[in-house]
C-alpha cells in the first residue's frame, strides 16, 4: 500500500503535476500560504514561482541577496516529488538482489548497522544508484512540458533549461538557426550522460 502511494506521483505526467503545484505554490489560494497564514506565519507566506521573501537588514549584508528567490527550488521540490517513487523502487529492487547470507556473515562478524550499510549494502548498491542517476538527469533534460505549464516559454534566469530556451527561440523568436543549434546541443548533453552508462553496461554484459 505504502509503495503504491510512494510510486503514484511517477505515474503522472509532467502536465498534471506542473498544475498541481501551481495550485499548491498559488499566493493567495495555495495550500502553502493557507497552511503558513494559518499557523501565525505570515511572514513566511511567499510567491514561490515569481517572487521571493525580503531578507530585509540581511539583505544589506555583502554576498546576501535582498530578496531571497524561491523559484528554483520550488521546481526542484515539486520534480523531487514526482520521481522519489522511481528512485524508491530502484533502491528496493537493489535492495532485494543482496543475499541474506551476507547480512548474516556481518552480523557474525560483529559489524555495527554503519559498517554493515558501509561496507555491504552501499557497494552493491552503486549499479542502482548509476542506474537512477542516468535516467534522472535525462528527464531533467526534458522537463519542457512542467516548466512549460508552470512558467510560459520564459521560466526566468533561475529556472531556465534548454528545452524552453530552444522552444523560445525557435517558435516565439522565429530565430530557427539558433534554436537548431541548442536541439543539437541538448542532444550531445543527453548523449554525454547516457553512452558512458551504456558503453560500461555493455562491457559488463548486461546489455
Known sequence: WFRTIYLLPFSLSFVVTAVFWRWMYNFDS????????????????????????????????????????????????????????????????????????????????????????????LPQLRASTVSAAVVLMVFALKAFDFLYVMFGNNPGPTADIL????????????????GSAIAVVLFLVALAVVAPYLYGEYRRGEL
Open 30 to 121: 495555495g495550500v502553502i500560504n493557507v497552511v503558513l497564514r494559518g499557523l501565525g506565519l505570515d511572514f513566511l507566506a511567499s510567491k514561490w514561482l515569481s517572487g521571493g521573501v525580503d531578507l530585509g537588514v540581511l539583505g544589506s549584508l555583502p554576498l546576501v541577496p535582498e530578496v531571497l528567490q524561491f523559484k528554483l527550488f520550488a521546481v526542484i521540490f515539486a520534480l523531487l516529488w514526482q520521481f522519489s517513487g522511481y528512485a524508491m523502487v530502484v533502491y528496493l529492487a537493489g535492495l532485494r538482489a543482496i543475499p541474506n547470507d551476507q547480512y548474516e556473515a556481518a552480523r557474525v562478524d560483529g559489524a555495527s548497522t554503519i559498517r554493515m550499510y558501509w561496507r555491504v549494502i
Open 163 to 178: 528545452s524552453t530556451m530552444m522552444y523560445r527561440q525557435a517558435f516565439a523568436a522565429n530565430e530557427w538557426a539558433y
